[in-house]
């Protein structure tokens, strides 16, 4: 097959933020072309163009190319050790503060913010305080308001935690218990053009940067910075650094774990 062309990409691109309101500009463009291509591949066509008119017209497909630009894998506890850190560390100051503000920012299909709330429940946090958690694939955002989980993605919660915060459905299925659902607020929000809430004590946004370009991950860490309260928190993914934290006004206290000077 010969090399699909540059300007036929760049229309591509304008063609699925017109017709699918997925905007790729600041993902990283050779990921987003090669993954494209390898679908092409996969259909046995020739060009963007003709991959278009297949996507406006096949929901299933077009749902598959979502999927494989946004990436949704996610897990209880990802990481369970700082999860640990996190509950007896770190929450039980932060939830000093009677308002307190926590976001998962690109949550995926829920087990991130589901995974804080019940550590919230553990650490005995007012039922006001809530979860928001925001991602810009909707299809997820349904799956999570679902909060049912085969039983495979749930090898990090122990059993103790399984017992309290989970109903089971079948011998494959959970669900999220009722009072563990009213804690979290799943919402849409494009984390390179929405505006962001500020005086957050705690943002996770884990595994989620990895996909832009250097200068977009930057501008968005700084962002996420103004975003936090003096003395909040922000907690990354275990393969991410954040490198300019000093001049966005954070420090390290450990790796992956950056509170915001003040
Ligand atoms: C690999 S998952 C990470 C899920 C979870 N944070 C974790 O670490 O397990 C990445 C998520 O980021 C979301 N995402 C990608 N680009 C985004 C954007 N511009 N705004 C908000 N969410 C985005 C994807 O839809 C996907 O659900």
């Known amino acids: 097959m010969e090399p699909l062309s540059e300007e036929e990409f760049k229309w591509f691109l304008t063609e699925v933020k017109k017709n699918f309101s997925l905007d790729l500009t600041g993902y990283k463009p050779h990921r987003v072309k090669r993954r494209t291509e390898v679908l092409i591949r996969k259909y046995g066509l020739k060009s963007f163009r003709e991959y278009m008119d297949v996507l406006k017209k096949d929901e299933t497909k077009r749902k598959e190319f979502i999927d494989k630009m ?42 991130e913010p589901y995974s804080l709330a019940i550590l919230l429940e553990e650490l005995k946090a007012p039922s006001t305080v809530k979860v928001k958690a925001t991602d810009i694939d909707v299809g997820v955002l349904n799956k999570a308001r679902q909060g049912v989980y085969p039983k495979r993605n749930l ?24 009072r563990l659902k009213s804690r979290v607020n799943f919402r849409f929000h494009n984390l390179l053009t929405d505006r962001f809430d500020t005086n957050h004590d705690l943002i996770i946004c884990r595994n ?25 928190i922000i907690f ?11 001049k966005i006004g954070l420090e390290l206290i450990e790796p992956f774990f950056y509170r915001k000077v003040g």
Not at 236 to 246: A, D, H, L, P, V
Request: glycine content about 4%; overall charge positive.
């Open 208 to 232: 989620v940067v990895i996909y832009f370009e250097l200068d977009v991950k930057e501008k968005l860490y700084e962002r996420f910075a103004n975003s936090l309260r003096p003395g909040g």
């Open 155 to 178: 090898v990090n919660v122990p059993e103790e935690y399984l017992r309290k915060y989970f109903v089971k459905l079948d011998d494959e299925n959970y669900q999220v218990t009722q």
């Open 70 to 111: 946004t990436i949704n894998v996610t897990e209880f506890f990802r990481n369970p050790e700082k999860w640990w850190k996190l509950r007896d560390k770190y929450l039980p100051e932060l939830l000093k503060n009677r308002n307190f503000k926590a976001w998962s920012a690109g949550c995926s299909s829920g087990e």
């Open 236 to 246: 990354i993914g275990s393969t991410e650094r954040i490198f300019n934290y000093k």
